[in-house]
């Protein structure tokens, strides 16, 4: 019997089991559920044959296309999730709980997993993450000038036990015009709510979170508008370091790379920095003058 589960159940059922993306590469690339594996369906470019064929032949030639594409790796699905399983437990997923997630669901169904679908598919787990970035947290802001060392003072607090909300590690950039240097790419805006919004999950609403300050733009991920409005009227706690300190920490993170990254991030900034400071800064970097 296939299991079809609203998204709180959903969530709460398939921690540590086998969780299923059935939607295409490109829509699990722009965002999914946490912890998913993509298992499409139908690749990109077979979806778009499908549905061209939906809107100008209609539903019954749209299906024909599909079961004439999708027969042939029926075997295929079987055998990619069989060695991933480990309590023979499959959840799955499409985008609104249609046609893809239920013909796999009755594949596996029929093989003999335990299938649980999610109801209106990754289309409600949006809706959850929107409801979930509008809860109220109880923040205190942890603030200070560039190279205060606040994410690395956020990170030592973790490990003491204090709870902590890390915008930087969820976007992937350190939130300056050097901020990418040294990370991976940042995520889609999509992937990047829906991190925040899985992290936010995991809070203990009767504890304070303490947050790094941050401007609304971390690199090129937009903090949401609740959340950022929570940050601006929490509590700060304002590290005060001296100039000395602040550029030893500077050097430290970025110091090391190489000097057309170092080049393009000071250029970012010359409007904020005017043209002499940024001429000199250019000419003390070509200068090995850090």
Request: glycine share 6%.
């Amino acid at each position: 019997m296939i299991h079809k589960l609203n998204i709180h159940d959903f969530i709460d059922q398939s921690t540590d089991c086998l969780l299923v993306d059935v939607r295409t590469p490109k829509e699990f690339e722009n965002g999914h559920l946490k912890d998913a594996i993509n298992l499409p369906l139908f690749s990109n470019e077979e979806r778009a044959i499908v549905g061209t064929l939906y809107k100008q032949k209609g539903r019954q030639e749209a299906i024909l296309k599909g079961l004439e594409i999708v027969g042939p790796k029926l075997s295929d699905f079987i055998t990619k999730i069989k060695p991933k399983t480990t309590n023979n437990k499959v959840f799955l997923y499409c985008w609104r709980g249609g046609m893809r997630s239920g013909s796999l669901a009755w594949l596996f169904e029929m093989y003999g997993f335990k299938t649980h679908v999610l109801i209106n598919g990754y289309k409600s787990y949006r809706k959850w993450v929107i409801d979930k970035l509008k809860e109220p947290i109880n923040f205190i802001v942890l603030g200070g000038k560039t190279g205060s060392s606040k994410s690395y003072i956020l990170r030592e607090l973790k490990k003491m036990g204090v709870q902590i909300l890390d915008l930087e590690k969820l976007a992937n950039h350190k939130g300056s015009a050097f901020g990418h240097l040294g990370e991976d790419l940042q995520p889609t805006q999509e992937a990047f709510e829906n991190e925040l919004a899985n992290a936010i999950h995991e809070l203990n609403k009767n504890k304070i979170t303490l947050i790094e300050d941050e401007s609304r733009l971390i690199g090129n991920k937009i903090i949401p508008e609740n959340l950022w409005d929570s940050m601006r009227t929490a509590k700060v706690f304002y590290i005060e370091l001296p100039f000395d300190e602040r550029v030893k920490h500077l050097l430290k993170d970025y110091g090391t790379f190489d000097k057309e990254l170092l080049e393009k991030s000071i250029l970012k900034i010359s409007k904020r920095m005017g043209p002499e400071q940024t001429k000199d800064s250019l000419a003390a970097l070509h200068q090995n003058d850090l």
